[in-house]
DNA sequence: GACATTTTGGACAAGCCCGTCCAAAAAACT
DNA sequence: AGTTTTTTGGACGGGCTTGTCCAAAATGTC
């Protein structure tokens, strides 16, 4: 009987290494050419890698671009609730450090790589893929929002904030944060540290102005 | 010897009915199924209208691609300086006034099927075809901001407005119209009218908690 | 060193799609 | 009606891609 490599989620016991070593390419080549204009060839040269040995693995491309999709969706979670957790909940200079913590949720969260491929893939392959974006469009910003909007709560609550809306608020934070940044984000261009700051700078300061307490 | 159509800008003389339906075509499937996805005969199926026609006007796949985009921009860029046109420069309801034109810039410039097919094709071509949108590149964004910008300085100097810099300001409210709507946006669904006026009130409350005079 | 598992490279069939050619039909024009 | 232009549909070659098969090589395990 041949041995079906059955691309199970736990693996079959094949080498783990080369598995990611595939889905990084993977990544990498679906981003860039997007899934119709990518070919297994290209992953394979990629990732050093024989083409068989991508379908040994992941059994088809399909397949292959969903176990992409999950493994970047996993990783953004994951980094963005992270870096959620260095809020400022005691601030000592409100504009310094609310601007620092936008620095690094750009950093980490958006301009990075893969938040690069996700908005692509999502506004490219969300419709042909409805089910494989739902899972996200359900949990990705809905729950990042609110927990943004608890942190901000806190900081109304202890007085350094005038909020009617904490989640509204934190829409408009997020929003703000990108205002300099979208031609860049839309164009996959990267951006450098300064421009970061200075953009995340700006962000604040209105944001501020609409919503620190008034003396 | 053998009559090339050649794919002028003017046109040979055939029947302009045709190309128009063909390049319309063009675009709802280009935005659909993107440029590797698209094959020619979806467009011409699309378009009621033989596959050889397709050839005869425009040439090449991505001859008519490069129609298509500047189309659409064309389209867009009018689309967009003619709303500009309507901005409040004697506001009576400064709010009302300005939530009013955000909703006349969404309806007409980013929610409708040009919008959706420009951002859409900018993220995923964008960077294969540098040179299609470099014009827009150049000549898009940083255009409408200066435009919106000098209407911002107006409006400050009448005395309605408090801005330290006209040009962030207007990058910031185009950044909170589309706080509420990004994922909507990005997903590619419609938008209701009521959640268009809801999401721009939210976002010119804020402005103006932000930058109007205080009293 | 012997055995099991994985990887490799190359060959291969099947399918898709682009762009061309062509002769007949339709439409437009005079 | 007669002529010119455009459109049509179908056939076709060539190129590229996916996914499979297989035997040899590499790698790892005991």
Redesign the interface.
Known sequence: MPTVTVPDIAGPRGHLEKRVSIIDAAACVFC??????TNIDMIAAQANVSRQTIYNHHGDKEKLFRAVVRDVTERINAGIFETLATFPDKPVDLQADLSTFAVRLMRNCICNRDGKFL??L???E???YPDL?ADW?DNG?ARVWSALAARLARLALAGHLELDDPD?AA??F???I???L??AL???DDIAPEELARSAD??VR??L???ARRS
């Open positions: 860039r050419e997007g899934f119709g204009g908005r692509k999502i506004q490219s969300g419709d042909r974006f469009r910003p509204l829409r408009q997020l929003a703000l990108n205002a300099d979208q031609i839309l164009l996959g700006n962000a209105t944001f102005r609409a919503f």
